[in-house]
């Protein structure tokens, strides 16, 4: 660590996401723990949100840890919490805490936290709430360990990340100002929103205010909120340059340093492991995907693939279709195409005729022969109705395949009974064409498993890859995109994957190769160095 950076004694994270995977900050926290619990210890502690033991999953609880000091918060703040371990390399402190007792005077508190920050939480609604008094409880705890356990002369720092945290920040600004206290936005709240509302983000990020367009998309509480963490946190962060750009303009406050997001890569089999991890998988996939088109694929056809979230425009999935329909039409495809689209849905569970089609007792599925489990109103649904709209058929002569697998991937979904990553080293290329990526996960994920993988410009990922350096023979393509090139997005996403089927298997295994050093220059150890920056300029505040 360079001398200059000032070590914190504690330092207190939290995260609607602790011990609670919902997304990629999950990834972000979880990864980055055992970098700091080296360091640290059991002065590293995550609090997260009590959600009940169905949530939590991977929360070991041991209910002696801190004992006295939970009856004491119980007596004098009427907050209970659990503590143990999240089950996650290095096994770090997690305290759960129950913040619903805050609900009965949560119009008091948001009368409170207007006249001490300005934040305006008049238009409340939804998951706001529970946010808000999540993240007022994270700072009555935070608060109470700090002083039960006398930490006066220590250097602690407490670490807020998104805007659903942000009251526990006010809380301590207000009653515990020796506290060093980071904020991290990992997506704006009203640039997610106005890309999510078919508005161009890019052109016009310039002239966005975003008090107006908060107002606009009925978005002034959470707004309120971030924005005024951002300004009164003594260190403000985001992931990407991207998004710093963003808050700029739309909370009128820069970064102060950008963190972006590293991963570990203990998850990845090792060598020994690897081959045989990646033929299981890619047989896996080959038999779910001939039992739901009724026919054999050739041996040597081509697994893509995309996942993540739900968004239909922020992920790009509309790109990704609209690219197979133009690979469908090409004269020059000499493999077939297999396209999966492993994004979760809503769902009432697997489909039962594939399912015993898999197991062998009847000889052909009559459903759908584009998705894997049964949706909830498919006629809803866009990812159907855009393949309807491409007339992808998926028949028997046709070089482009396209399948539909809108489950969660956690190894328990009934038809592939695999995780997303034991499928994820099966598949040849993936594909995440962006348009509202602040950081992105999923491409970073992919080459750490020596997958190949195209993203664009729009993601943070992509922009620190650099995408000067194009071409899916150096591992990671990078596809340059704007508000108004979208043509051109999906003719260069057609060309990347043709592209990609045309190689040789040596030049295949060389972009394997580039790709997993790639992810290897994101590991924690060379990223951790930013976050060292946030803490030594939020403890400076506090000399």
């Not at 985001?238 to 710093?244: G, K, Q």
């Not at 047989?283 to 054999?296: D, N, P, W």
Request: some cysteine; glycine content about 6%; charged content about 20%.
């Amino acid at each position: 660590m360079n001398n200059n950076y000032i070590t914190p004694d504690y330092i207190f994270e939290t995260s609607w996401e602790v011990c609670n995977k919902v997304g990629g900050i999950y990834t972000v926290l979880s990864t980055r723990a055992s970098v700091l619990q080296q360091r640290l210890q059991d002065h590293l502690l995550f609090l997260g949100p009590e959600l009940g033991n169905d949530a939590h999953p991977d929360f070991i609880e041991e209910p002696e840890l801190f004992a006295e000091w939970k009856e004491d918060l119980e007596k004098y703040n009427g907050i209970r919490i659990r503590s143990g371990r999240w089950n996650i390399p290095g096994k770090p402190v997690a305290l759960l805490i129950d913040f619903s007792t805050l609900h009965l005077q949560r119009n008091n508190l948001y009368r409170q936290v207007w006249e001490w920050y300005g934040v305006d939480s008049l238009h409340a609604y939804g998951d706001y709430h529970d946010s808000a008094m999540f993240g007022y409880a994270v700072g009555i705890v935070i608060d109470s360990y700090y002083r039960y356990y006398k930490l006066t002369h220590k250097k602690v720092v407490a670490h807020f990340n998104e805007w659903m945290t942000a009251f526990g920040l006010f809380f301590l600004k207000r009653y515990t100002p020796e506290i060093a206290t980071i904020f991290t936005t990992h997506a704006t709240s009203i640039g997610r929103s106005i890309a999510s509302n078919h508005k161009p983000l890019y052109d016009y990020l310039p002239s966005y205010d975003g008090d107006r367009m908060a107002a606009e998309l009925n978005m002034q509480a959470k707004h309120s909120a971030e924005k005024q963490a951002a300004h009164f946190a003594d260190c403000f962060t985001t992931v990407s340059d991207i998004t710093a750009r963003e808050c700029t303009q739309l909370l009128c406050k820069t970064p102060d340093v950008v963190t972006p997001n590293g991963f570990e890569d203990d998850f990845i089999p090792n060598t020994k492991l690897f081959g045989a991890k990646r033929k299981e998988a890619h047989q896996r996939l080959k038999e779910v995907a001939e039992c739901l088109l009724t026919y054999k694929l050739p041996e040597d056809a081509v697994f893509v693939a995309t996942g993540g979230r739900y968004e239909f425009l922020n992920k790009g999935l509309d790109v990704f279709i609209d690219s197979l329909k133009r690979l469908e039409a090409s004269q020059s495809l000499s493999h077939t195409v297999v396209a999966f689209l492993m994004v979760p849905a809503y769902i009432s569970g697997p489909r039962e005729d594939l399912q015993k089609h898999l197991n062998g007792e009847t000889d052909t599925p009559h459903g759908n022969p584009f998705v894997t489990h049964q949706l909830v109103e498919p006629w809803h649904d866009p990812i159907l109705s855009s393949i309807s709209w491409s007339h992808l058929t998926n028949a028997k002569d046709t070089k482009v395949k396209i399948i539909f697998v809108p489950s969660y991937l956690k190894g328990d979904d009934g038809i592939f009974n695999k995780s997303y990553y034991d499928l994820l080293i099966g598949i040849d290329l993936t594909v995440f064409p962006s348009y509202y990526e602040p950081w992105g996960y999923t491409p970073l994920e992919s080459a750490a498993f020596s997958v190949p993988t195209v993203t664009t410009s729009l993601s943070g990922f992509g922009q620190w890859v650099n995408y000067n350096q194009q071409g899916i023979d150096q591992g990671v393509a990078v596809i340059p995109r704007t508000d108004s090139n979208y043509t051109d997005v999906v003719q260069q996403l057609a060309k990347q994957i043709e592209h990609f089927t045309s190689l040789s298997p040596s030049n295949i295994q060389t972009a394997r190769s580039k790709a997993r050093k790639i992810a290897e220059m994101a590991l924690w150890k060379h990223f951790i160095e930013y976050y060292d920056k946030a803490y030594t300029i939020a403890l400076s505040k506090k000399k």
